[in-house]
Structures are given as structure tokens and as C-alpha cells.
């Protein structure tokens, strides 16, 4: 399937509906509203059966949605007896009921300010953070950080952060206090307001002491936010922590006003933790470098035609993660009902959290004015307001959200192919290494690959093998950085995304390298198709999920759609030096083998009447209990450990190659192994494949006199 349509977003944004069902909802909660929620009977309520309790103000909260029942009068509803409610008694924000996501405008507005309308605020100093000149290579598999967390002792509970409020009574009977933190040598500050009660009609505006700017967010905003987050799962501090918009500059204020008649008593807040940004879209110094902070051999994407829907639909995202700040790339993907809703697809290693998304920001349009130009684009805009993540898998490296906000009105929303391609099939890809200004790289399909992730860090290694779950693209123009993680490949031809960024070890002195990308057809088929293809992607089919244990491989790799009512057969291929353990799920007969179970063997699904997964396991043939890995180094260098290597059966053996002073590794070779470069740019780690048998591995080294 194809979905070529990529059609630029125009201004317009979702509307409150005005249809018929919104009218007869409105005729019924006409009648009911008043019998269930509204003032006067909260009031009636309280003086017949005394102070309402917490759960009991849930109910009434909850029974006035349910009777609302669309978007419009939820949000009335709601609102109204939210404000009844505090009025009453004070809640926390962990009781908060959330208002519907997609049915609310985002309360979050841009408004110019000056210092007069601004009250004074209590400054926090915070020392000048060494080594924060420049933001560090990311490990293999992970997003680029740009960002590091700073506590702050003098903020850091709710009481502490009360003593530093002193308020301000304005002419309209509200209350207003700031707090400002400043951390010398800082491209940026992100603010965490950790969250124990926020009255609901309270305003929080965040600026730049120096700037006319400010970002209001309604209180109604944060509260749906950190309520989002635990709704997901996540009950600790981070997910009770909003991250307010990032400010530029060193310093970063926030303002917090409460409404007439509410007590500062009611609030209870604190801000622990601040994101100290070491680099950010608006980098001048980089931006001045012409080619920013990536490598010189990137292209940059003004210098190309016929990608400008392509352009306009990437983004570049940074996000916070317990005061941690990253950066990845994102692309923007239509559906077929051609909407305009802002579906946005990254990488499973940048978002894999509800958490992790609700801060998301986005900034759109980050390239060069013109070819090669050391000017940032003025349609340059960030959007804030984060996304509800719908799906994220680490088989695909996939991360599949809705923005909460709406991107901007020249932003453009690409096609997708859920059609497996082919090696050779000629690719692209637009994104931000380093946090840079928009690139561009071109080659083509090289292989099919199965990733496997090694250690904590992230770091893995990829096997060829036809019915991988990644593709692996090599260059002939551009390559691949930190910071371009997430971002989509799309089809030379077509121009449409089949996949998304993992990693790589791609280089300008190593164009040969590898990019390895999550297949997007298999990403759609698991889930996507329920929000890309509304009207085709459910109830006419059932899904079969497939895995296979290490030592060999099921095929079709899954997931697969399977018609109701039908079968599916599958084909279970041991690999040298592994049998048949098991083959069972969907029904069929299930298969239990042993070690004469070597040969290719069919395995057919029982009727399909709804999803479910097979499963193939394997195990080594035992005919020794360990293997030998040899060693052998050249002069002008070493390998570690240095051997012989006694291994296991079907298990992999590290080693690391590292060159003497005025060397740099020639070669590695042996036993099926794949070499990854390290982080000090010289040494490599090389990693062999499952071991079956005794084998070799070898190094060279060349002196850098002897280079051509």
C-alpha cells in the first residue's frame, strides 16, 4: 500500500464541533446538569451532607463529563465545576480529572511583555558549569544530548520555593511572584516545576529577563499535562514535573499569577532541577560556522530541489528526561483522511514514554536561508505543548505520536509506502546532525538487517539477513550524526517514508559506512494503520506477531494480516549448528524437536479469528562445550583480550582494537564479526558473530606515514 499525498498544512486548526450530535448533547446536559452539577446543587450538596470529599468530587467531576459527552461541553462543563470545586476545597493535582486531549485548544499563548508589566524577581545564582562548551558524541543507539540537569538546593521543595515568592497584589485583586534562575555561559534554561497542588485558574509565564517574549501557560495546561503522565503509568517525580517552554540566554524566569480571592496557601510547587542547554536551535556560533556543528561533508538541504514538501515536514525536536535534555529529528506523516491531524514519527531510543513526550518541543522550518548561507530561515518557529505518544516498539525503533499543538501554517505532512522495498531501491534522507541545520544525504538500500541491542548504553550490532526489521542505507552524498536519530528515509521515487533512523557508523572519512533504519511497513502493520488508515486499517483483518529465538529465523518475519476466517503458514529455518526446539501459537500443532531436528520445517496457523502471535525457539546442537577464538595483531597495534578466547556455543565475543601512537587501524576480520568505532575516534570494538565453530580474528595496522 502507498499513501502519496503530502499535502502543505494550511492555517486552519480544529474546531469545537458544531454538529448534531454536539446540539442534542447540549438539549440532554440542558436537563441533567443542573439535577447532577451544577452550583447550586454542589451547594445544596454540601449544606445537607457537609464538605464534599475528594473522591466524591471526582464523581460529580466524572458524571458532568459523561453527560457532556462532546468536546464543547466537556470543556464548560468541566471547567465550571472544577472552579466550584476548588472554590470549596482545595485539591491536588493528582486527583485532577483529565479534560479529553484532542478536543481542547492547547492553553499555552506567546504575548509581548515589557519589564514594567513584569513583577521583580527572587534570582537564583548558579556557578558556571565547566566543560559545557559543546554538546558530547552520543553512544551508538542513543539521542544527542544538549542539555544537563542542575539542582537547585534554594528551590528545591515546596517550602523553600514558597519563602522565595513574595507577592504582588495587582489592581484586579490577583496575586503575582517570580523566581529567576541564571547560570553563566547557558545557550538556554529549561525550568522543572515540580507539582504538588496548582489551583486550576492560576497563569505561569516564563521569559528572558532581557526579552519582550513571554510564554503563558494556563495552570488547567499543566494540570492535564502531569495528569496525562500518570494516566500512563508513571508516578514518579519526573512525571509529576512540567518542563516549562525552554528560554534562551543564561537566565530564565518564571511568573506565577494566582486569581482574586485564592490564597497562596493553595499552591505548592517547586522547581528542584533546571536543564542546563549546551546547545539549541538558535546557536548563533554554530549557525556562523556555515556548516554548523556537523561534518563538512553533509549537504545542505537548500542546496537540493524537489524536496521542499519533504523539508517542511521535518522537525527538530528536543526533549527532557529527569533534567536531561536531547535532541533528535522527527518527520510529520499524513493519513488518509488527509485531516490535517499532526501525527509525528521518531525513534523508539529518543521517545519511549508518555513522560518524555508531554515535553516535547518541536522547531520547524531550522535550515539555511539559502544554499549554503550562514543564515537561519525567518520561517523558523517552535511549537510547544508536547504530544500523546500512541505507539513506540524497540523491534522497529519506532516512536508514533500526536502533537498536541499545531504545527505551522507552511508545514507539510509526507507520504508513507508500507511496501517492502528492495536492495538497490535509491533513498534519501533530510535532518539535524548535531543539532544542525537541515542536511540532506542520498544512496541506496544496501541490505536487510536484524539489529540487536549489546549493552545498557544502547549500543548494537546488525546481522544481514532478508527478513530484517531494518534497512541499511549507504551514502554516496551526506551521512548520518547524532541528532538525525528518528528522522525518516524516504524513496528517491515516490518521495514517501519507509522508515526512520536507529544509528550508525557512517563518517565523511567513512562514506561507506552504515545507517540502519527501522522499516516503517512493519511499524504499520503492528499498529500504525490504526491512525493512518482510519477507514481500512481495522476489523478487516487480524494481526499474527511473529518471534524467533536466537540461532535462526521464521519467515514471513511478521506482523502479518491475515484475513478472518483464514490460515497462515510460516517457514522455520535453523541456523548452522542449531535445531528445531519449538514451534507453537495461533492454533496450530505445535512442534517440540531435539537435536535431529536440523532441516527447514513449515508450521501452519488454525483458523484466525482474531490477533495472535507464533513463536520458533532454537537451541545450539551440543557437540563441544566451548569454541576457541584465536587472536592475531600486526605490529602497530594490540587487540583485547589478547587470546586464545575460550566461547560457548552460539554465544559472541567482544575485543577491542586499539592502534599504537602514529598507527590507525587497516583491517579487522574474522569469525563473522561486525567493527564498531569508539567514542576516542581511533579504537574500534569488534564483536563476532554467534561462535559454531573454532575460528580467527585478526587486526592490521598501517602507520600514518604510509597513508595515500
Known amino acids: 500500500?502507498?499513501?502519496?499525498?503530502?499535502?502543505?498544512?494550511?492555517?486552519?486548526?480544529?474546531?469545537?464541533?458544531?454538529?448534531?450530535?454536539?446540539?442534542?448533547?447540549?438539549?440532554?446536559?440542558?436537563?441533567?446538569?443542573?439535577?447532577?452539577?451544577?452550583?447550586?446543587?454542589?451547594?445544596?450538596?454540601?449544606?445537607?451532607?457537609?464538605?464534599?470529599?475528594?473522591?466524591?468530587?471526582?464523581?460529580?467531576?466524572?458524571?458532568?463529563?459523561?453527560?457532556?459527552?462532546?468536546?464543547?461541553?466537556?470543556?464548560?462543563?468541566?471547567?465550571?465545576?472544577?472552579?466550584?470545586?476548588?472554590?470549596?476545597?482545595?485539591?491536588?493535582?493528582?486527583?485532577?480529572?483529565?479534560?479529553?486531549?484532542?478536543?481542547?485548544?492547547?492553553?499555552?499563548?506567546?504575548?509581548?511583555?515589557?519589564?514594567?508589566?513584569?513583577?521583580?524577581?527572587?534570582?537564583?545564582?548558579?556557578?558556571?558549569?565547566?566543560?559545557?562548551?559543546?554538546?558530547?558524541?552520543?553512544?551508538?543507539?542513543?539521542?544527542?544530548?544538549?542539555?544537563?540537569?542542575?539542582?537547585?538546593?534554594?528551590?528545591?521543595?515546596?517550602?523553600?520555593?514558597?519563602?522565595?515568592?513574595?507577592?504582588?497584589?495587582?489592581?484586579?485583586?490577583?496575586?503575582?511572584?517570580?523566581?529567576?534562575?541564571?547560570?553563566?555561559?547557558?545557550?538556554?534554561?529549561?525550568?522543572?516545576?515540580?507539582?504538588?497542588?496548582?489551583?486550576?485558574?492560576?497563569?505561569?509565564?516564563?521569559?528572558?529577563?532581557?526579552?519582550?517574549?513571554?510564554?503563558?501557560?494556563?495552570?488547567?495546561?499543566?494540570?492535564?499535562?502531569?495528569?496525562?503522565?500518570?494516566?500512563?503509568?508513571?508516578?514518579?517525580?519526573d512525571a509529576r514535573t512540567y518542563w516549562l517552554p525552554t528560554v534562551e540566554g543564561a537566565e530564565a524566569a518564571l511568573e506565577i499569577e494566582l486569581p482574586a480571592g485564592v490564597s497562596p496557601a493553595r499552591l505548592k510547587v517547586s522547581?528542584?532541577?533546571?536543564?542546563?542547554?549546551?546547545?539549541?536551535?538558535?546557536?548563533?556560533?554554530?549557525?556562523?560556522?556555515?556548516?554548523?556543528?556537523?561534518?563538512?561533508?553533509?549537504?545542505?538541504?537548500?542546496?537540493?530541489?524537489?524536496?521542499?514538501?519533504?523539508?517542511?515536514a521535518v522537525a527538530w525536536m528536543n526533549f527532557t528526561e529527569r533534567g536531561m535534555s536531547y535532541m533528535c529529528t522527527g518527520t510529520l506523516l499524513n493519513n488518509t483522511r488527509e485531516d490535517r491531524t499532526p501525527y509525528f514519527l521518531s525513534a523508539n531510543h529518543c521517545i519511549s514514554s508518555q513522560t518524555a513526550a508531554s515535553n516535547l518541543q518541536t522547531t520547524w522550518n531550522y535550515r539555511s536561508a539559502s544554499c549554503d548561507s550562514n543564515q537561519v530561515s525567518s520561517a523558523k518557529q517552535t511549537l510547544n505543548g508536547g504530544a500523546v505518544l500512541l505507539y513506540n516498539s524497540s523491534r522497529t525503533d519506532t516512536s508514533f505520536m500526536r502533537l498536541n499543538g499545531t504545527p505551522p501554517s507552511n508545514a507539510a505532512f509526507a507520504g508513507w509506502n508500507v511496501n517492502p522495498v528492495t536492495t538497490g531501491t535509491a533513498v534519501f534522507g533530510i535532518h539535524n546532525p548535531q543539532g544542525d541545520l537541515q542536511k540532506y544525504s542520498s544512496g541506496q538500500i544496501s541490505q536487510n538487517v536484524t539489529c540487536t541491542t549489546l549493552y545498557p548504553d544502547g549500543s548494537f550490532w546488525c546481522t544481514p539477513s532478508t527478513l530484517g526489521n531494518f534497512y541499511n542505507a549507504t551514502f554516496s552524498i551526506g551521512i548520518t550524526e547524532g541528532g538525525s536519530s528518528g528522522s525518516a528515509l524516504f524513496t528517491s521515487s515516490g518521495r514517501q517514508v519507509i522508515g526512520q533512523l536507529y544509528g550508525g557508523n557512517s563518517a565523511c572519512n567513512y562514506r561507506k559506512g552504515d545507517n540502519y533504519y527501522g522499516r516503517f511497513d512493519l511499524a504499520y502493520n503492528a499498529a500504525l494503520k490504526t491512525w493512518l488508515s482510519p477507514t481500512t486499517g481495522g476489523g478487516s483483518a487480524y494481526t499474527v506477531t511473529t518471534s524467533a529465538g536466537a540461532g535462526g529465523t521464521i519467515s514471513p518475519s511478521g506482523p502479518v494480516s491475515v484475513a478472518p476466517g483464514q490460515t497462515q503458514k510460516f517457514t522455520v529455518t535453523p541456523n548452522a549448528g542449531y535445531y528445531i526446539a519449538s514451534i507453537k501459537g495461533c492454533g496450530g500443532t505445535e512442534f517440540t524437536g531435539d537435536s535431529t531436528s536440523t532441516a527447514v520445517r513449515s508450521y501452519t496457523t488454525g483458523v484466525i479469528t482474531s490477533n495472535c502471535a507464533v513463536s520458533a525457539s532454537f537451541a545450539a546442537i551440543r557437540t563441544t562445550s566451548a569454541y576457541t577464538v584465536t587472536v592475531s595483531a600486526g605490529a602497530g597495534g594490540t587487540i583485547s583480550p589478547p587470546g586464545p578466547v575460550s566461547v560457548a556455543p552460539g554465544q559472541t565475543q567482544k575485543f577491542t582494537v586499539t592502534p599504537d601512537s602514529g598507527y590507525y587501524v587497516a583491517s579487522i576480520k574474522g569469525c563473522n564479526g561486525r567493527r564498531f568505532l569508539n567514542a576516542d575516534g581511533s579504537s574500534f570494538t569488534y564483536v563476532t558473530g554467534a561462535i559454531t565453530s573454532n575460528c580467527k580474528v585478526s587486526a592490521s595496522f598501517n602507520s600514518y606515514w604510509n597513508y595515500r
Not at 561533508?297 to 523539508?311: F, K
Open 271 to 312: 522547581l528542584p532541577t533546571v536543564s542546563h542547554m549546551v546547545l539549541l536551535p538558535t546557536d548563533t556560533e554554530a549557525v556562523a560556522r556555515a556548516t554548523g556543528g556537523s561534518s563538512s561533508c553533509n549537504q545542505d538541504v537548500m542546496c537540493t530541489s524537489g524536496n521542499e514538501t519533504q523539508m517542511n
Open 1 to 237: 500500500m502507498k499513501y502519496q499525498d503530502s499535502r502543505t498544512m494550511t492555517s486552519a486548526g480544529f474546531e469545537p464541533g458544531g454538529d448534531r450530535q454536539t446540539k442534542t448533547a447540549a438539549r440532554v446536559c440542558a436537563v441533567l446538569l443542573p439535577a447532577i452539577g451544577s452550583a447550586p446543587g454542589i451547594q445544596e450538596i454540601k449544606a445537607k451532607h457537609g464538605p464534599i470529599g475528594r473522591r466524591a468530587r471526582r464523581l460529580l467531576l466524572g458524571l458532568s463529563l459523561a453527560f457532556a459527552g462532546t468536546a464543547a461541553l466537556a470543556q464548560g462543563a468541566s471547567q465550571q465545576i472544577v472552579q466550584e470545586l476548588d472554590a470549596l476545597e482545595p485539591d491536588s493535582a493528582a486527583s485532577a480529572l483529565p479534560l479529553p486531549r484532542p478536543t481542547q485548544p492547547l492553553q499555552i499563548r506567546a504575548l509581548a511583555q515589557s519589564s514594567s508589566q513584569r513583577v521583580p524577581p527572587r534570582v537564583i545564582v548558579l556557578p558556571e558549569l565547566a566543560n559545557a562548551k559543546a554538546a558530547p558524541a552520543p553512544a551508538p543507539g542513543q539521542p544527542l544530548q544538549i542539555g544537563v540537569a542542575r539542582a537547585l538546593p534554594n528551590a528545591a521543595d515546596a517550602t523553600v520555593t514558597a519563602s522565595l515568592l513574595t507577592w504582588s497584589r495587582s489592581a484586579d485583586g490577583s496575586l503575582r511572584a517570580a523566581i529567576s534562575v541564571r547560570a553563566p555561559g547557558a545557550k538556554g534554561l529549561r525550568l522543572g516545576l515540580l507539582v504538588e497542588q496548582l489551583p486550576q485558574d492560576a497563569r505561569l509565564r516564563v521569559y528572558a529577563p532581557d526579552a519582550a517574549e513571554t510564554i503563558e501557560i494556563a495552570a488547567a495546561e499543566v494540570l492535564r499535562t502531569i495528569q496525562t503522565n500518570l494516566n500512563a503509568g508513571d508516578h514518579s517525580a
